[in-house]
């Protein structure tokens, strides 16, 4: 059985990891690849300013950062803002997949042109910030949110009769503006995936099941990322990492 490392960005327990391992009911996978969803030790409540994104980074760095060590054959990140994937990819072989980058590269091979769904006006820096990193501007038709606060625990939940009617306007918008495919913005929105793709007339890509396929494809292939765009550290550091984390947790470092 081949394992791979889903890192979950926040500290959460069973039931909370419960509801992000869902995901994996949303797509056929692998028989023979068991995915196992690891929360972070400590981190940002919230990730919508540069402050949260730097310690994002850090958090999901440490929580993968002996991945290869324990028997894991790949990393998924379980955020669409692709937190510490740069970071993991320096420091692992075994591949390391972000599910945002990679539901915007795929929706080019669906469409000539991709909308971005995001939860509320404060997630939207954080997409512009992505969009123009990854060089995938000028293919984006938009970025429409739906005006709801997100709840990175109990996600979607019991407001799905109040919010998917919203995300769906939303969805509406980024349709008139030239979306021929819509990525949803976050992987705290994957309970309302299959009710947007059949109520709306151009494909949905739920970005947490779609990387989980993308490691089965990496896997099968022996792919993985290239060491000249993520060059491995001169003097790794993993015992300061670790102790930084274990801190912000308050557990005894070691």
Known sequence: MKKVAVIVPFALDEADLARRRAQTEGVSLSADIEY??????????SFQSPHDW???DVAVLEAGLDAEDRGYRAVVVDSASDSGVDALR????????????ASMLFALTLGKRFGVLAQWEPALARLEKSLTEWGLRKHCAGVEHFDTEPDFEK??????????????E?????????ADVICLGSTTMHEAHRVLAERLP????NPGPLSYKLVEVL???????SRRAYPKPLV??????????????GRPSG
């Open 36 to 45: 196992d969803f690891v929360p972070v030790k400590a981190g940002p409540s």
């Open 54 to 56: 730097l310690l994002l």
């Open 90 to 101: 320096s420091v692992l072989d075994i591949p390391v997949v972000g599910p945002g980058r």
């Open 155 to 168: 996600l979607i939940g019991d407001k799905s009769e109040a919010v998917i009617p919203k995300m769906e």
């Open 170 to 178: 939303a969805c509406g918008r980024l349709i008139e503006l030239g």
């Open 202 to 205: 151009v494909p949905i890509i």
């Open 219 to 225: 896997l099968a292939t022996g792919l993985s990322h």
């Open 236 to 249: 790794p550091k993993p015992e300061m990492i670790h102790a930084m984390l274990d801190s912000a947790a």
